[in-house]
């Protein structure tokens, strides 16, 4: 077996466990593959051994890839930070977007969705422990923007998504749970996911109710090295 397919066949196996272990259906946690800085042919392999999710950081090497693996039926998230000279590419050729964190962007998706695809699938990205260097919207700011971009014809908006700093995940997971609860009551809205989680973390954020996780390191090795 290679690396890749050992250590995906691990990531399912954690992810199954700590799902039993916080009293949850495995099937309630979506893997994201994150291949960000890895080459086309590992994603391949991961495909190969069921992965569908993948998730980039990059838009030039996202696209890039996803020009080469056409061949796949994946489906892509675009987990970077995101400007809004760059929203058409996400637009075009992204199924998910998790890193959501102002109106001007999320009203040129709606604009730029090419009409053939489904809306775009969006959460909302939340400093959730207010880190200072850290991307995504106060957690004060985001129940008024969801309720805006809920209502963007183009998007489907369908929950929260937070990168708290290391050590703090226990209790940012927790909140940003409470807080999507509070959302979805708050303007009656669907809110299915909550995007938390990574190769350090997950599982604390599957038992505070993670329903993506995004997994890098685990599956495809060290970045960078
Ligand atoms: C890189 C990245 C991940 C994956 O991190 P690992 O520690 O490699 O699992 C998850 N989410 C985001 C937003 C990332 O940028």
């Given at each position: 077996?290679?690396?890749?397919?050992?250590?995906?066949?691990?990531?399912?196996?954690?992810?199954?466990?700590?799902?039993?272990a916080?009293?949850?259906?495995?099937?309630?946690?979506?893997?994201?593959?994150?291949?960000?800085?890895?080459?086309?042919?590992?994603?391949?392999?991961?495909?190969?051994?069921?992965q569908?999710?993948?998730?980039e950081?990059?838009?030039?090497?996202?696209?890039?890839?996803?020009?080469?693996?056409?061949?796949?039926?994946?489906?892509?998230?675009?987990i970077?930070?995101?400007?809004?000279?760059?929203?058409?590419?996400?637009?075009?050729?992204?199924?998910?977007?998790?890193?959501?964190?102002?109106?001007?962007?999320?009203?040129?998706?709606?604009?730029?969705?090419?009409?053939?695809?489904?809306?775009?699938q969006?959460c909302?990205?939340?400093?959730?422990?207010?880190?200072?260097?850290?991307?995504?919207?106060?957690?004060?700011?985001?129940?008024?923007?969801?309720?805006?971009?809920?209502?963007?014809?183009?998007?489907?908006?369908?929950?929260?998504?937070?990168?708290?700093?290391?050590?703090?995940?226990?209790?940012?997971?927790?909140?940003?749970?409470?807080?999507?609860?509070?959302?979805?009551?708050?303007?009656?809205?669907?809110?299915?996911?909550?995007?938390?989680?990574?190769?350090?973390?997950?599982?604390?954020?599957?038992?505070?109710?993670?329903s993506?996780?995004?997994v890098?390191?685990?599956?495809?090795?060290?970045?960078?090295?």
């Amino acid at each position: 077996m290679s690396d890749i397919a050992e250590n995906l066949r691990q990531v399912y196996q954690q992810i199954k466990q700590a799902a039993a272990a916080a009293e949850r259906p495995e099937d309630s946690v979506r893997l994201l593959a994150v291949s960000k800085t890895k080459a086309a042919q590992a994603i391949r392999e991961a495909h190969a051994c069921g992965q569908r999710d993948f998730g980039e950081n990059y838009l030039q090497e996202a696209i890039a890839k996803i020009e080469q693996l056409q061949d796949l039926d994946l489906c892509w998230h675009f987990i970077g930070s995101l400007q809004s000279n760059k929203t058409r590419q996400v637009a075009e050729h992204f199924a998910w977007l998790h890193t959501l964190e102002r109106l001007k962007i999320a009203e040129r998706l709606s604009q730029q969705r090419p009409a053939q695809l489904p809306p775009l699938q969006v959460c909302i990205q939340v400093n959730i422990d207010e880190q200072a260097s850290k991307s995504g919207c106060g957690a004060d700011e985001a129940s008024g923007l969801a309720q805006k971009v809920a209502r963007l014809p183009r998007l489907k908006l369908r929950g929260l998504m937070a990168i708290p700093a290391a050590g703090n995940g226990a209790t940012a997971f927790a909140q940003l749970r409470d807080l999507k609860m509070q959302i979805a009551r708050e303007h009656d809205l669907d809110l299915d996911t909550l995007s938390m989680g990574m190769s350090a973390d997950m599982n604390q954020a599957i038992a505070a109710g993670a329903s993506i996780v995004r997994v890098g390191s685990a599956i495809f090795g060290k970045r960078g090295n």
